[in-house]
Structures are given as C-alpha cells and as structure tokens.
C-alpha cells in the first residue's frame, strides 16, 4: 500500500512506502523543529511587513507556530514518517490548527533556504554552548595547575624520559590547546551566522521580500549575496567538524597521557571511584573508561569530518538530495564533543589523584638532568658541544657503574672536567632543574606562576 501524496499534483501516485521511509529525514531532523519554527515565525512576520500577506494572517500563522512548539516541547507533537521532514511536518500542522492560512507561509521560501537556515540556527546555538563548556574545562585545568606548580613530573620526548617539568606546566599546555579551540569555534561562529532565508530553491523569488529583515529578526550578522551558494554552502558544517576533530585531539592527547600515568607501571595518577569502573571477573582492577572513551570516540568525531567531506566534494550547483545526509553526522559530533568535554572536566575536577612521593621518586632516579649538567659547564666556559659530548661519557659509564649522575663524587666530577665544584649537586637535583628553566614560556616555577596568572586574567576578562 503507497502512503498519501505530499507532492503537487505533477505526481499521479504516491511513493512507494519502502521508498518513502528511505526518503524520509524526520527520524533526526525532527530535532531542528525549533529552528524551523524560529524561522517561519521571522519569515511570516517579514511577509506581512512586506505586503505580501496581511498582517492579521501572519498573526495567525506565528499563533499557529508557537502552539506547535509548545506542543512539541509537551511530547503531544510527534509527527512520523508520512510527514517525510521536519518542514512538512510543521506546515503541515500548522494547517490543521489555522486552516488554509497556514498554506500561505510558505510563499517566497523553498525547503532548499529553509533547512539551510535551520541548520545554521542550530549550530550557532550549539557552537555557544561548546565555547561555555571549553571555559569549564580550562577551569578544571588551572584548578589542579594550581595545585601544582612545585610538583614535578617527568617529561618525554619519544615516550623517553627527557626533562623534569612541573605538573603545572604540563596541565597549561592543554589549556593553551583549548584556548586556540575556544578561538578556532568563535572563527567558524561567523562563517556559521549568514542567513541563506530568502534564496528560494536556488533562484531566489519574484516575491518583494526583505531579507535583510529576516536576518535582523534571527541575529544572522550578514546575508549570503548569491543564491546558489546559499542554498548549497556546507563550508560550515565541514569547518566545525574541523574545530570539533580538533578539540577531540586534545582530549585524546590527554586521555593518552592520563593513562599512561594510571598504569601500574607509571603509577603517577590514581583514579578515584567517581570516575573510574572495575572488571567483571578480577576484583582489583580500576579502568581508566573515561579517557578510553574520550580517545575511542574521537575517531567517531573524525568520521563525519571525513563523511562531509566526501559528500560535498562532487555535488553541483545548487541544492542535491545528497544535503540530506548533512544532519546525522553533525548532530552526533556536536553530542560527542559534548560529551567528552563534559565527562573530562569531571575526570580532572574531581577524579584524579597525583601521587606526588611516585612522582619524586621518578625524577629522583634517571638521567633527566644530563642537559643541565651540560649547561653547568656551557656557564663555566665549556662550549656547549663539548660539554655536550663530556656529559654523554659520563651517562655511559654511570650506567655502566649502576649509578645515577647525583651518586658521583667530587673527585669523579673533577676528573670528567676540572670546572666541577660541589654546587654541581644543587645544579642536577630536580627542584633546581626545573626552577632554572625561567625563560618566557617555560617551566620554570616563576614562568608558571606567570602562566596561571595570565590564564586566569584571559578567562575573568572573556
């Protein structure tokens, strides 16, 4: 049995019902109903200020629409596939309640400028409200950065021990990272907020409308000047997507790292039972699921960058059926990025314990201080090369010898290179080590003192 025809009566027979459910989008666009309304509401008001429908009658129409929001929002409006999208749906309802007035709101407007505009309404809201969720974030960051700006932690290169840090230090560094995220979304934000309303199916329309006005009503900041691309322009959808796959980067770096720490092996972080699930069958395992999670789902993120990526590289000008397959991916990487921001601002405020006496241990015992022995001498007048090349022999041999660079004597320092005096101990413990690396931008304790300070200015003054 075919369902009812939606179409004008160009078509002689309705779809064929397996046809139709392929067609239809209403399972997930119905989550724009919202927007659609918003817009229909500045559409019908815009249509009266012009003349083109009376004003009594765009009365009507935007009564008729704030019902089937308020209806919606109440579960009592839940229009299925028969109603193919979310743009029938509401015109089609909207008739119900007001009759044949409800036909007149879509004068001057196609679906192809409709969904466009809905689309772009609601990732301007959401593109809002994952900006607040990064501030979160770098909050939870600067609070455990302040926590520990004297804590050292080993830092790698190669996953191979290179200098010791301060925690701090390390914990800023993703907060720079979101920085540039809460930077890049503002950035995609006005590529975002351009109103397509008005372009018709691709031609724009003989109607007298103001598209200025409709822009005005719904906060967009300009208009698109050429219809075609109004009706067909993703640039949008994909430069999120972009923004979104990176902040999903930067979690999974994170995620990658709390991990690591978490791991017997390392033991740096312990993780406490707020964020953290146990084994079915061995009763004293303690998984890290919120990082695995966050580092699992961000291929899902860079799915749908790739999937829009393909879809928008062969379409012609102007609107394709293709479009439709815009929606799902987005709206899932906007509840992914969520998500995962979400559930790491808890992990960091609230499930994470740095197990400082681990930590001591660790950058008590290898040769992360080599460099600085290095330099010690570059500051007694040794060219740095050859200190360099000095410095390497005694790692060899200490390694050799089982000992550790501070276990050396005097004497054994002094026969590397007479320019060694006993300060050479202070110069290598690793307090010293990362203290002295004041430079602008480093990790230094000083430099990182400095960093908290600026990063809790940028976020009161944003």
Same mark, same amino acid.
């Given at each position: ?170 914990? $800023? /560094? %993703?907060?720079?990272?979101? =920085?540039? +995220?809460? &930077?890049? @979304?503002? !950035?995609?934000? *006005?590529? #975002? ?123 012609? $000008? /102007? %609107?394709?059926?293709?479009? =439709?397959? +815009?929606? &799902?991916? @987005?709206? !899932?990487?906007? *509840?992914? #990025? ?125």
């Amino acid at each position: 049995m075919s369902q009812s025809k939606t179409w004008s009566d160009r078509f002689e027979s309705a779809l064929n019902p397996v046809i139709a459910q392929f067609n239809a989008s209403i399972p997930f666009d119905i989550e724009l109903l919202p927007y659609d309304i918003q817009g229909s509401i500045a559409h019908a008001q815009m249509l009266a200020q012009t003349g083109i429908i009376a004003e009594s009658e765009a009365e009507q129409i935007v009564q008729g629409l704030q019902q089937i929001l308020s209806d919606y929002q109440n579960g009592e409006f839940q229009p299925g596939i028969e109603q193919e999208d979310v743009h029938f749906a509401v015109e089609h309802r909207l008739t119900e309640i007001i009759g044949e007035v409800g036909k007149k709101l879509h004068t001057a407007r196609s679906r192809n400028d409709q969904v466009g505009t809905d689309l772009r309404l609601y990732l301007r809201d959401e593109i809002c409200e994952i900006r607040h969720q990064l501030r979160q974030y770098q909050q939870a960051l600067l609070a455990l950065a302040e926590n520990h700006v004297e804590t050292i932690i080993p830092g790698y290169t190669h996953l191979q021990r290179a200098q010791p840090i301060s925690l701090a230090h390390h914990l $800023l /560094a %993703y907060f720079d990272m979101a =920085q540039r +995220d809460w &930077e890049r @979304l503002a !950035d995609v934000a *006005k590529r #975002t907020n351009i109103s397509p309303l008005g372009c018709g199916a691709l031609a724009g329309t003989t109607f007298p409308i103001d598209r200025n006005q409709t822009a005005q009503a719904l906060g967009f900041e300009s208009i698109y000047s050429n219809s075609l691309d109004g009706v067909s322009d993703r640039d949008f959808v994909i430069e999120f997507l972009n923004a979104a796959s990176l902040i999903m980067v930067h979690l999974s770096r994170l995620s990658e790292e709390i991990i690591f720490w978490a791991c017997q092996e390392c033991g740096f972080v312990t993780l406490k039972d707020s964020c953290a699930t146990g084994s079915s069958i061995m009763p004293q395992k303690k998984n890290p699921d919120v990082p695995e999670l966050v580092r699992g789902k961000t291929g899902r993120v860079f799915g749908h960058l790739q999937q829009m990526l393909v879809l928008m590289k062969g379409l012609p $000008l /102007a %609107y394709n059926k293709d479009l =439709q397959e +815009d929606k &799902e991916g @987005l709206f !899932d990487g906007v *509840k992914t #990025t969520k998500a995962c921001l979400q559930a790491m601002t808890i992990l960091l405020a609230e499930g994470l314990e740095f197990q400082t006496e681990r930590l001591n241990q660790a950058v008590a015992n290898d040769f992360s201080n080599a460099t600085d022995v290095a330099d010690y001498l570059t500051r007694k007048g040794v060219p740095f090369r050859e200190a360099y090349h000095l410095v390497g022999k005694v790692v060899k041999t200490s390694l050799a010898a089982g000992k550790l660079l501070q276990d050396l004597t005097l004497e054994e320092w002094q026969d590397i290179h007479p320019a060694f005096e006993s300060d050479i101990y202070d110069a290598i413990t690793p307090q010293q080590v990362v203290s002295r690396r004041n430079s602008y931008g480093g990790t230094g304790f000083d430099q990182v003192r400095s960093a908290i300070a600026q990063a809790k200015s940028l976020l009161h003054n944003s």
